[in-house]
């Protein structure tokens, strides 16, 4: 049985930091894409940073690039995402999605894609 909880989340000025965390339990298909998405009211959910356990290799979506780092534990049985220079725009709800496509191929952003989810984490971003 597949879990993934997210934490870290909260409450931050523009131009804030925040690192969220997954934790995987019951998952070990390194070789399957994981990421993070967002959600913000009204609008769908988005790609913003995914990740290939086995090798590191990383994707992000180019409203993050430069901002936002995606990394994993040694064990690769936690995700994280390091958030930097924050705007209202970031804000939303960040979920943390694995079993993706085997090796990341294809729209590593479609949320389709992913077999497991968790609950998510609220971010806010005031200006």
């Known amino acids: 049985h597949v879990q993934l909880m997210e934490s870290g989340g909260g409450s931050v000025q523009r131009g804030g930091s925040l690192r969220l965390s997954c934790a995987a339990s019951g998952y070990d298909y390194k070789a399957y894409c994981m990421g993070w998405f967002r959600q913000a009211p009204g609008r769908e959910r988005e790609g913003v940073a995914t990740i290939l356990p086995t090798v590191g290799s990383t994707w992000y979506a180019d409203s993050v690039k430069g901002r936002f780092t995606i990394s994993q534990d040694n064990a690769g049985n936690t995700l994280y995402l390091q958030m930097a220079s924050l705007k209202p725009e970031d804000t939303a709800m960040y979920y943390c999605?694995?079993?993706?496509?085997?090796?990341?191929?294809?729209?590593?952003?479609?949320?389709?894609?992913?077999?497991?989810w968790g609950q998510g984490t609220q971010v806010t971003v005031s200006s």
């Open positions: 999605a694995a079993g993706g496509t085997l090796f990341c191929e294809g729209d590593v952003f479609t949320a389709n894609k992913y077999n497991h």
